[in-house]
């Protein structure tokens, strides 16, 4: 993708402009973003809220309220399409459909390492999910009927309480818009906005995540301490008698945890492995199909001559010094790094970059395609 390049899917901006303009920093109304998406339609958003394997939520407005309820959802437990003011959402398309995973790749002009997933809203009319705002980045696509969003740049983040859902207890937009299919607005996070359907409407929500400091403290943490190997006691031979104050904890100690802790994060290179491990860690209703049949055809005609492709649920990023695929990690270097690298932005290789590869890269390259991770194309 080129940085300089004006996108009609922002509004005529290049990424460049974008990230410098808006990102982060203040929203962006695209008519037009998306002229010829081929949406899921609302018999499709049923299928998916029955699969156990899909995160799905419905919320109806009640006269007495909100009521959200977690799917999966049977065909008759869903309200009538008849019946207005209701929502279901459903969580992470983009990992069970080719064209939603196809739409969320035209926005790699943010690092992967922040995309999160696509949300796919539908709504009877009049059905929203209340004022609120989000801790993510959001593009907001229209993607069937019209939704009327109201937002603002309000400080005031006050949430109800008693209340299902995160809603807003004293929202006051500034701006008002009515997107069209195609349509799409971008929002920072902590925007406050409200959408409302206006007759059926379907959104697509392209959501980019911003890890917090504390989740990143604890997840790293975790993981940096599982592959410590210091087995170091500690000593303290030169303990005075304690018996004015057998209670309280030696400063040594202290100073000795405290080290501890220090020694464990020195390397830098094991907190970057950590990230990226937990950067590319599936959600939780990812799941992935053996193929042995594919590393098998793979391995007795190596390079396979359609070369290979990413599996659309797979997370693949890398660093300076290493590859991470799915909550895992290899250290890499050289030529077989280059290859690791390209398919990672990339999504595939072809036969003749496959050629290259070094027996390690081959035999990785084969347990992905036997783990489903990645596919023959
Ligand atoms: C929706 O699609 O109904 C809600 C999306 C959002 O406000 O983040
Ligand atoms: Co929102």
Known sequence: MDTNNPLALLGGLTPAQFMRRHWQKKPLLIRNAVPDLEALTRLDMADLAERDDVESRLIVQKPKGWQLKRGPFGRRSLPPFKQREWTLLVQGVDALDDDVHALMQQFRFVPDARLDDVMISYATDGGGVGPHFDSYDVFLLQARGQRRWRIGAQQDLTLQEGVPLKILANFRPDEEYVLNPGDMLYLPPRYAHDGVAVGECMTYSIGFRAPQRQD??????????????????YKDGRQAAACEAPARVPAELQAFAQDAVTRALKDPRQLARALGEYLTEPKAQVWFDDNPGAAETAESNWPPAGGVAL??????????HHVFANGESWRAAGRDAALLRRLADEHGLDARALRTASDDARELLLSWLESGWLQLR
Request: hydrophobic letters at 30%; a negative charge.
């Open 311 to 320: 599996d659309r649920r797979s997370r693949l990023l890398y660093d300076e």
């Open 216 to 233: 990143l403290v604890r997840e790293l943490l975790q993981r940096v301490a599982e592959d410590g190997e210091d087995e170091t006691l």
